[in-house]
């Protein structure tokens, strides 16, 4: 299914408020948008929905809310949070109104969006170890066309304003959460890990032999990197040509509420 159930959202917006590094200047623009064809589910007072609406609220986070399809509470509870935190609300047919689109490039894509998600070593808490490393795995094994979609979303969006060469480089891995480190993104912050909070492929090693594997990990991602962003690159251009966007579609909707948020600071697309 394109869209998750009510069991993801029972903690999904918390998850974002919380665990998401958002800048805390009043002037940046910081969004969130929510999609779902169920309410959320009240199970775990920690992620009660209406608490970490308000967490939103207090945190200037704007949450845009789309329910697929005709659930009636799932149109409360979505109405519910973008008022509070001056949101739009949306409506879209379950299929999103997107057509999908094979291209030439899905399958060397999801290949290495998966190569991708194993070059990673995740430092830290074992809690948010576990969770990074379950994030990786969900990355591994996504369909072709959504991994495709994701690269080219990844080095679009992480690489805008770059030189070429800086854009290809930009990492297309997940980026990590719950306060852990990917010493494979950064690693020089291997020297100021503690022992327990290593990732199990470095404990028993040797300091050089850490170094060694952070290293050699590292170098192969870079060489994926270029390679994926090319790959991403002939991709776009292939879907200019022969994909046309539906002006009704789901991202079409997306970009309108963007663009018209985005304009209050100042920022245009």
């Known amino acids: 299914s394109r869209y998750a159930t009510s069991a993801i959202f029972r903690c999904g917006l918390g998850e974002a408020v919380s665990l998401l590094k958002w800048n805390q200047n009043r002037e940046v623009m910081k969004v969130i948008f929510l999609v779902g064809d169920a309410p959320p589910a009240q199970r775990e007072s920690e992620w009660d929905f209406k608490l970490w609406s308000k967490r939103a609220k207090e945190r200037h986070i704007v949450v845009n809310t789309v329910r697929c399809g005709g659930d009636s509470s799932t149109e409360v509870s979505w109405r519910y949070v973008a008022k509070l935190t001056d949101g739009t609300f949306d409506s879209i047919d379950a299929a999103g109104g997107m057509v999908a689109v094979a291209t030439p490039f899905d399958e060397e894509l999801s ?20 969770m990074n490393r379950d994030r990786a795995t969900a990355m591994k094994g996504m369909s072709a066309e959504a991994a495709a979609d994701r690269i080219s979303y990844m080095k679009s969006s992480r690489g805008a304003g770059m030189s070429a060469p800086s854009a290809a ?3 297309s891995a997940p980026a990590t959460v719950g306060g852990a480190v990917d010493l494979v993104e950064k690693p020089t912050a291997l020297a100021s890990i503690k022992d327990d909070e290593l990732p199990e492929e470095l404990k028993g090693l040797k300091k050089e032999e850490q170094a060694a594997k952070v290293k050699q990990l590292s170098t192969e ?7 994926v962003a090319k ?26 509420s963007v663009k018209t948020q985005a304009a209050k600071f100042g920022v245009t697309y």
């Open 111 to 130: 290949r290495v969006n998966a190569e991708l998600a194993s070059k990673t070593l995740y430092a830290g808490r074992k809690e948010a170890q576990a």
């Open 169 to 171: 480089a930009v990492s």
């Open 231 to 256: 790959l991403a690159s002939d991709r776009d251009q292939w879907l200019n040509k022969n994909a046309p966007a539906k002006e009704d579609a789901f991202d079409a909707n997306v970009m309108k």
């Open 221 to 227: 991602r870079k060489a994926l990197e270029q390679k």
